[in-house]
């Protein structure tokens, strides 16, 4: 599947209701694949405050890059976004998620990347999110938007930040070849796909 010509249509998320008219900041866990092209992906979000990479899944004891790097530890590479819901809805959060941050059919991998710390997981921070995930995930497998199954879990568990050198690494690093050839493209589709959606 090209996630850069692919897109959820609006009407798929109607029922989830428009974003919350009272400012205030919420979180949202969310792991699909290298945290590098999913914070790069969700920083250019309307709407999001905040993009930390991470870890989720696992216990705090194993929630470095060493570790998780094993694939022993349970965690999966993640991303904690801080948004506003009164600029965008969960639900719109979990549309950039399907349809361009990363592919929701790959088990346990995402393109170059294999294990399960790369696999496809949302981890709900409230009851709301739960339900609204579960929503979602059945609505694309009901209405065949994928040609393969979704294979993201919903799960719970707390996160982690990683390393300060994970940090804004695709920012940092724009030309590294890993950086061009998997994750600017993605960043690509949520602008032309999504252009609502985008800020600069």
Not at 66 to 90: F, L, M
């Amino acid at each position: 599947m090209k996630l850069a010509h692919f897109v959820i249509p609006m009407a798929l998320i109607a029922t989830a209701g428009p974003a919350s008219a009272a400012p205030r900041t919420e979180t949202a866990v969310l792991a699909g694949g290298c945290f590098w092209g999913m914070e790069s992906v969700f920083e250019h979000v309307k709407g999001v405050t905040d993009v930390v990479s991470g870890f989720a899944g696992g216990d705090a004891k194993s929630a470095n890059y060493d570790a998780v790097s094993t694939e022993q530890t349970g965690h999966a590479e993640a991303v904690r976004i801080a948004y506003d819901p009164a600029k965008i809805s969960y639900a719109q959060l979990l549309q950039v998620y399907f349809a361009v941050a990363h592919d929701p059919t790959q088990v346990n991998r995402q393109g170059p990347d294999v294990g399960p710390s790369y696999r496809s997981a949302i981890f709900p921070q409230n009851a709301g999110q739960a339900q609204i995930a579960k929503t979602f995930i059945a609505k694309l497998q009901q209405r065949r938007v994928f040609k393969a199954p979704v294979a993201t879990r919903i799960e719970s568990g707390g996160f982690y930040p990683a390393e300060a050198y994970h940090q804004d690494y695709a920012r940092k690093h724009p030309y590294e070849p890993y950086i061009l050839i998997n994750d600017r493209p993605k960043v690509s589709a949520l602008k032309a796909k999504y252009p609502a959606l985008w800020r600069a």
